[in-house]
């Protein structure tokens, strides 16, 4: 079984490099927790947004790990709170009506309850809201759970404008130690933002990262790259991230990909490769 490195965050907190994504697995959640678990992955995310989560089977599957001699204190546990305009109008783990700093706690004791767990490891706002005021709102409900002890640092995800960034890093009294963005070229692969991010010691964290990258996944490059290392192009990818310090998400539900996806740490590129790389991102940004 491949070892995976954990990275420390500018709050402290210790993180794997490679988390496990728990969207879109509906009933098979708290199987695959198990399995991917069990593979060597000790980070896991999910969200209190039942439209795209099941995080009472995540719960399920985190005390099935635990009966595996797994216990929870070993791994990193991430969710996050989604507004009402994410959310399932049918499905919402809180009082929509509520102000914003009450959704908020609400969505936290029902993802505390989900997950069986008095704590998280990250807390994530899931998207910024409209304004920045209303940002700060939740911003605000989420510094309250970290200081109560319910969360060990926050992040904020689909976050693609640097102002939007900066503007709530700045008012921020708990400054956010995780950003969780689409990786793909609509957005120049964040350049920008992640260069920004590695100067304040926010560690970025991707997804859709092979859904959105057909192209760079078939590219000549990346195939003789994965030719050359005698690895996949999945697997050449992800590890080009890995060494640019960025912490990928992947939701495999193949368990031969899940061993893959963490063989990524057996085998090293060199700095012309990922320079090589990196300027093939460059080249396909529109
Ligand atoms: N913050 C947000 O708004 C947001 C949005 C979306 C997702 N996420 C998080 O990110 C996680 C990952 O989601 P994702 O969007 O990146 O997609 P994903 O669920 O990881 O799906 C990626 C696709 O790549 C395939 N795959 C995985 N490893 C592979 C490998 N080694 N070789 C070849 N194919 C491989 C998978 O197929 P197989 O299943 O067959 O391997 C799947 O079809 C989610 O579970 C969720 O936790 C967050």
């Known amino acids: 079984m491949s070892t995976q490195p954990w990275i420390t965050t500018s709050v402290g907190i210790n993180m794997p490099c490679f988390i496990y994504g ?58 996050k709170f989604t507004s009402p305009s994410g959310q399932d109008p049918n499905h919402i783990p809180y009082d929509k009506t509520a102000p914003i700093q009450e959704q908020v706690a609400q969505s936290f004791a029902k993802s505390q309850q989900n997950l069986q767990t008095d704590y998280v490891d990250g807390l994530i706002l899931h998207s910024p809201f409209a304004t920045h005021a209303q940002t700060l709102q939740a911003w605000r409900a989420l510094e309250t759970i970290q200081r109560a002890g319910g969360a060990r640092q926050l992040g904020i995800s689909n976050c693609y404008n640097l102002n939007v960034l900066q503007a709530l890093y700045t008012d921020a009294k708990i400054k956010p130690a995780i950003v969780q963005n689409r990786f793909y070229k609509d957005t120049g692969y964040d350049v920008a933002l992640r260069h920004w991010c590695t100067e304040y010691g926010i560690i970025y964290q991707s997804f859709w990262t092979l859904t959105a990258n057909p192209h760079i996944l078939n590219s000549e490059t990346v195939r003789n790259l994965a030719a050359h290392h005698h690895q996949t192009p999945a697997k050449i990818f992800f590890r080009y991230l890995h060494q640019v310090g960025i912490v990928p998400l992947t939701g495999t539900k193949s368990e031969q990909h899940m061993q893959e996806d963490l063989a990524i740490f057996d085998f090293s590129l060199t700095g012309d490769e990922v320079i090589k790389l990196s300027l093939l991102l460059q080249a396909n940004t529109d």
């Open 22 to 79: 728990t969207a879109w697995k509906k009933a098979r959640t708290a199987d695959l927790v198990v399995q991917a678990l069990l593979a060597g992955f000790k980070g896991i995310d999910t969200a209190g947004q039942p439209k795209h989560y099941d995080e009472t089977l995540v719960g399920v599957g985190l005390q099935r790990a635990k009966q595996q001699g797994i216990p929870r204190e070993t791994l990193y546990l991430q969710t």
